[in-house]
């Protein structure tokens, strides 16, 4: 099973500010990875799917790069809405499909 | 638009059942595999089962297999997940999501159905 470890668990910024999030394979999963976003009380919301392409809808402030083990969200100027949880998804290697553990973006 | 409705969770005693079902719109159901991702409270995302576009290969998460089972009727675009011998750990909101093709991303996801197993 590949283990998807996301780091850091909680990054404080202010609006404005940029964000860059990690997720880090526990082996190589080639690009086949994807970005979620879930704010409070919601469903997960895809942000990027295959390290790099923006899914439909999506702000182009949010981009995604990586490949291999080690991958990066970065949101480059956070908006009020940007503060929730981020997750990592793999693909490459399944059953299972896994997640990371999220990383929580929270106003500082 | 795409539109995924869950329904059929509740409270239920360990060792009870449940029967989740996820109706589809907005899309050709039949051309997609279908999912199922549960999130504990206050946990993280974790993949439950995966079924293929028609209903001919069935996957699962090692923590629910041989407990659940996912199913679909693609004439009236629903899928179905059959949870038997439940344990306090299987609450949880449980997600149905489409993935952007065979098997990738999941770019639609319902609102969720909670499941509460307590005695």
């Known amino acids: 099973e590949i283990v998807l470890t996301q780091s850091p668990a909680t990054l404080s910024l202010s609006p404005g500010e940029r964000a860059t999030l990690s997720c880090r394979a526990s082996q190589s999963i080639s690009s086949y990875l994807a970005w979620y976003q879930q704010r409070p009380g919601q469903a997960p919301r895809l942000l990027i799917y295959?390290?790099?392409n923006r899914a439909a809808g999506i702000p182009a402030r949010f981009s995604g790069s990586g490949s291999g083990t080690d991958f990066t969200l970065t949101i480059s100027s956070l908006e009020p809405e940007d503060f929730a949880v981020y997750y990592c998804?793999?693909?490459?290697?399944?059953?299972?499909?896994?997640f990371g553990g999220g990383t929580r973006v929270e106003l500082k | 638009q795409v539109q995924l409705v869950e329904s059929g969770g509740g409270v239920v005693q360990p060792g009870g059942s449940l029967r989740l079902s996820c109706a589809a719109s907005?899309?050709?159901?039949?051309?997609?595999?279908m999912y199922w991702v549960r999130q504990a409270p206050g946990k993280g995302l974790e993949w439950v089962a995966l079924i293929r576009y028609d209903g001919s290969n069935k996957y699962y998460a090692d923590s629910v297999k041989g407990r659940f089972t996912i199913s679909r009727d693609n004439s009236k675009n629903t899928v179905i997940l059959q949870l038997n011998s439940l344990r306090a750990e299987d609450t949880a909101v449980y997600y149905c999501?489409?993935?952007?093709?065979?098997?990738?991303?999941?770019?639609?996801w319902g609102q969720g159905t909670v499941v509460t197993v307590s005695s």
């Open positions: 295959d390290a790099s």
């Open positions: 998804q793999q693909r490459n290697n399944w059953p299972p499909l896994t």
């Open positions: 999501a489409k993935p952007i093709s065979t098997i990738a991303a999941l770019d639609y």
């Open positions: 907005g899309f050709i159901f039949s051309s997609y595999g």
